[in-house]
């Protein structure tokens, strides 16, 4: 059997450790081709060291001389540049796990050049849902998601009438704060927001998973990947993070999909795909844990998710603004220059006040809207 070839973008983040765990199980099965990392060097060499792979993209030329002097046979891109040639060599499976806008370009990239796109890069549909899913019809790229939510939805359509949707429901653990009264997240500190009850992700995600904004990404995201409008995305509140989503069909019936909340099984989906492969992740026992808990989110405290609704309703570059805001809220937020729920407010001011309108078909038209929304919010805070 021809080994796959695989390429990992944010090697050294949270999603790409647990894809490099799945790739020790089946050492015989891929072979690494592209990776890369912004800052972590140590890990990357030792990644390097293990995995020999074929191509390594780095943010900087003093990143470059070093890995130049550990393995000259191995060659080096950097920049934001080297990142897109890295996406653009041929691959079998390019996982995408850079996190935030940055990681669009790669998945463009990778839309052309790629059999599968293994997408944890939400943003990517978030900032140019149209103008991705179009490159990979060309390109004859297949989109995998990996976010556990919609690879969860993927998994549950495959082999169903798509036309039979009646609603998607995202399930969303709540995270630290679904039990705090609105007064008492007024004083929520960056600590605080870095608890998260269920999942163990880099801080950045963490925050948006603390105040919903992630959950907001991913009803937008949805929207983009399954052709649904926007009042047929749900949220649901389930602090377990067992059921990881649901659709319900026209019938009224819901197909769910289960498991421990582990990312490694919607990571091993999209690298077996269509196949199934071992993931490493440990058995569901609902015996053990007895109960599941649900309930509609609050709106008033998350007001990420009435804010993505607006999003979806608009038809030019709202989810560029969007995303770019929010990311220099949270900025704002980890400095301690804003409070917590000042988040959302940074953000709907920014959606209220910039022309967003035009459409979101070129990567110049989305990065014009992304840096407006930048510098917008960035007045807001200051």
Partial sequence: MRMKTISIFGVTGSIGTSALQILRDHSDGFKLNVISAHSNMDALLQITNEFSPEVICVSTSEQEDILKENFPNIEILTGSEGLVEGASRETDICLNAIVGAAGLPISLAAACNAKTLALANKESLVCAGQLLLSNCQKGG?????????????FQVLEGQDRSAIHKIILTASGGPFRDWSYEKMQDVGLEDALKHPNWDMGARITIDSASMFNKALEMIEAQQLF???????????????????LVEFTDGGQLAQLGVPDMRHAIAYAIHYPKRGKSGVDRLDLAKIGALDFSAPDEKRFPALRLAREVMNGSGCE?????????????????????????????????????????????????????????LARNYIN
Avoid at 145 to 153: K, T
Avoid at 227 to 245: F, K, R, T
């Fill in 141 to 153: 790229t297949q989109i995998v998601p990996v976010d556990s939510e919609h690879s969860a939805i």
């Fill in 319 to 375: 989810g560029a603004a969007f995303n770019a805001a929010k990311e220099i809220a949270l900025d704002g937020f980890m400095a301690g220059n804003i409070g917590f729920l000042q988040m959302a407010d940074i953000v709907e001011k920014v959606m209220v006040h910039g022309d967003w309108k035009s459409a979101p078909d070129s990567l110049p038209v989305i990065k014009e809207a992304d840096q407006l929304a930048r510098e």
């Fill in 227 to 245: 052709g649904v409008a926007s009042e047929d995305i749900d949220v649901l509140v389930h602090p377990q993070s067992i059921i990881h989503s």
